[in-house]
């Protein structure tokens, strides 16, 4: 019935209906056809060339689920990135694309990390892009509730915004440090014609097909400067690694480099880390980033170093991590049924065998494992970060809110 509306979705933004339920497709045409007066049939036929109707369906459909400060660990990559890329650069402007950009949290989030490390406007433009045209019009805005600012740290809101009628409203150097406009992943006519040192693009590839993902993180590899830096979102990690980038990426960050810059220098003072996503790692085996000695080229200052594994003991858990750190998905989640046969269960194996059906786009599995962590270890900080953003991705914001509550600590 609603093959043609699924198809459009697909091939203009990029939408697999899965990712966000058929469900949610059949309650937002119920609300369309009420809207403009029509029955399927019409809808159908007028859709592909009504701008209303499409941009109504659009803004419907998305997700534009975000909050500031999401992932706190990238910004803090980003905020050693910048002095790096700033000091190597001789424009001494850092360009950064905020794609998806949402009602403006996560570009806000950059300029303010931008601005704590001491930068003035003038040094920094940042671009942010959505295809939805009234989540752009808020962000613009620049008026946020309280919920924007869940898991913020303390003092933020006081320093950077002003309250306004039980909102808050972003002083004006940072509103003005950011500019707002559409774009479309997919669509390269609608999206701007230079590169960028920083590229966020997180939380828009899971809701891509895999051709799709494919497709955009060719673009997304258009937009980055040879030695620039990706962002993606935690569960969104697997679609750059098969596209042959390189994770630099600090624990919970999904930071990616091109592969040529794997061994580039930085004046990152902490070493960085080669691996999966980070979050896949305990602290306990986590590898240890070795230096790699000092090839010093014009500009640079210190080698990126390359991580060599470390190996604590010889158990299966540690190989399974190890692997995942080194981006053998495949590999490490062949051994977690071997992990699981000869160690028993344990939330750290469920967490990470969910981690890596994640990477590998097997979401189902990803959230059976998961939960299954979960049941275990009903507190499994990470667990609970992945499962909820799985969640939202599927649109179940109900089930991602209970798990959310979890993060936060009981008064
Ligand atoms: C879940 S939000 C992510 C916001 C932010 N990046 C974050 O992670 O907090 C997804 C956003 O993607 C936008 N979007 C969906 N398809 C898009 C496309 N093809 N090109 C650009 N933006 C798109 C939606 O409008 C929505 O605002």
Not at 384 to 407: G, I, P, S, V
Request: charged share 20%.
């Amino acid at each position: 019935m609603t093959v043609l509306i699924e198809q459009l979705l697909q091939q203009r933004i990029g939408m697999d209906i899965r990712s966000v339920g058929r469900q949610t497709l059949q309650r937002v045409l119920s609300a369309e056809l009420q809207k403009f007066s029509c029955n399927l049939a019409d809808y159908q036929h007028q859709l592909p060339v009504s701008e209303p109707m499409w941009t109504s369906l659009v803004e419907a459909m998305v997700v534009p689920e975000t909050w500031f400060f999401r992932y706190p660990e990238s910004f803090r990559l980003v905020a050693e990135l910048a002095s790096h890329l700033l000091t190597r650069q001789s424009s001494a402007r850092l360009a950064v694309l905020c794609l998806p950009c949402s009602t403006g949290e996560e570009p806000y989030s950059l300029a303010i990390t931008l601005m704590q490390q001491g930068y003035q406007p003038n040094q920094f433009q940042i671009d942010a892009l959505d295809i939805n045209t009234k989540v752009l019009a808020q962000a613009e805005q620049g008026l946020f509730r309280d919920y924007s600012f869940r898991g913020c740290p303390a003092g933020l809101k006081e320093r950077y915004f002003t309250a306004r009628g039980g909102q808050y409203q972003i002083h004006p150097d940072l509103r003005q440090s950011v500019s707002f406009r559409y774009g479309n992943l997919l669509d390269s006519s609608t999206l701007p014609q230079k590169k960028y040192h920083l590229v966020f693009c997180r939380n828009l590839l899971i809701y891509f097909d895999q051709n799709t993902q494919q497709s955009a993180v060719r673009q997304l590899r258009q937009l980055m400067l040879p030695d620039g830096y990706l962002f993606s979102g935690p569960a969104e990690t697997g679609a750059f690694l098969k596209a042959g980038m390189t994770s630099l990426t600090q624990r919970d960050s999904f930071a990616f480099a091109n592969p040529q810059e794997k061994n580039r220098q930085t004046a990152v003072a902490k070493p960085l880390l080669v691996a999966v996503s980070g979050s896949a790692l305990n602290k306990s085996t986590r590898t240890v980033a070795k230096p790699a000695g000092h090839r010093q080229k014009p500009g640079r200052t210190e080698v990126l170093p390359q991580a060599v594994p470390v190996k604590k003991n010889t158990g299966l858990l540690e190989d399974i991590e190890q692997q995942a750190n080194q981006g053998q998905l495949t590999q490490a989640l062949a051994l977690c049924q071997q992990a699981l046969t000869e160690l028993g269960p344990s939330a750290r194996l469920f967490y990470v065998w969910g981690l890596l059906s994640d990477s590998l786009d097997q979401k189902g599995n990803a959230e059976m494992y998961y939960r299954k962590a979960l049941y275990i270890e009903p507190l499994h900080t990470q667990a609970l970060k992945q499962l909820t953003a799985l969640l939202r991705a599927q649109n179940d914001h109900a089930a991602a809110e209970r798990f959310e509550q979890r993060l936060t600590p009981r008064k």
